[in-house]
């Protein structure tokens, strides 16, 4: 059956430092790949999205890979800050349907 | 402002009583999607409509239906509410489905059925 999975539930980093973040496949066969950002008792925020023949995407501070051997992408938030505390979200979009991760809260410590 | 409305934001509700959570939509968007999320789950798809009178089910949909009459419009209906359907509801549009099309979420609505 098909399976996402994110590194944990939660991380905890310090400010300024880069937090990566994992969401790791299988059974799937993604053409795209989303990350969102939900932040507590709001509806998540769509970030960035990787096509399966990219290998990376930068949008500011952020960073993601795709790597459709591994069955895996890395989030990364560079430069880290309080502001950026929240739970995140992958997504796995094989234009049929989205499928979601069920997410890593991440926490930057001041 | 571009957004996804959903109404009622909280509901406490008994098992039996029908109920409906309303979605609506300023983008003229075409798919429109509800999902469940639930602790250690992630967001689960409950139905879909890819236009106006065109739905479909997701993973989850027992005990659940909805409706298309207007393209903005995509309510939630729970004719016989029971406690599994306890859970924070996200109503979700995009431009279409598929081709990377990012989804706009709704703030949520947290059921609590008794």
């Known amino acids: 059956s098909q399976k996402i999975e994110q590194n944990s539930e939660a991380l905890n980093i310090q400010e300024g430092k880069t937090a990566t973040l994992t969401c790791n496949y299988t059974?799937?066969?993604?053409?795209?790949l989303q990350w969102y950002r939900q932040d507590p008792g709001r509806g998540p925020v769509f970030l960035l999205l990787i096509r399966e023949n990219e290998k990376e995407k930068r949008k500011e501070r952020l960073k993601v890979t795709f790597d459709t051997t591994l069955k895996q992408s890395l989030f990364h938030i560079t430069a880290s800050q309080p502001a950026d505390s929240a739970t995140y979200l992958c997504a796995l979009d094989n234009n049929n349907d989205m499928r979601f991760g069920a997410g890593t809260r991440l926490t930057v410590k001041p | 402002e571009a957004q996804v409305t959903q109404n009622p934001r909280y509901l406490i509700t008994v098992t039996g009583k029908k109920l409906t959570v309303t979605c609506s939509q300023n983008m003229n968007h075409e798919y429109m999607s509800w999902y469940r999320q639930d602790p250690g789950l992630g967001l689960r798809q409950i139905y879909y409509s890819m236009n106006v009178e065109v739905t479909d089910k997701g993973d989850v949909p027992e005990g659940y239906k909805v409706s298309r009459k207007e393209k903005r419009n995509f309510p939630l209906i729970l004719e016989s509410p029971s406690p599994n359907q306890t859970s924070l509801y996200f109503c979700?549009?995009?431009?279409?489905?598929?081709?990377?099309?990012?989804?706009?979420f709704g703030d949520g609505t947290r059921l609590s059925i008794l």
């Open positions: 059974n799937y066969s993604p053409a795209y």
């Open positions: 979700a549009s995009s431009l279409s489905q598929g081709v990377g099309q990012p989804q706009h």
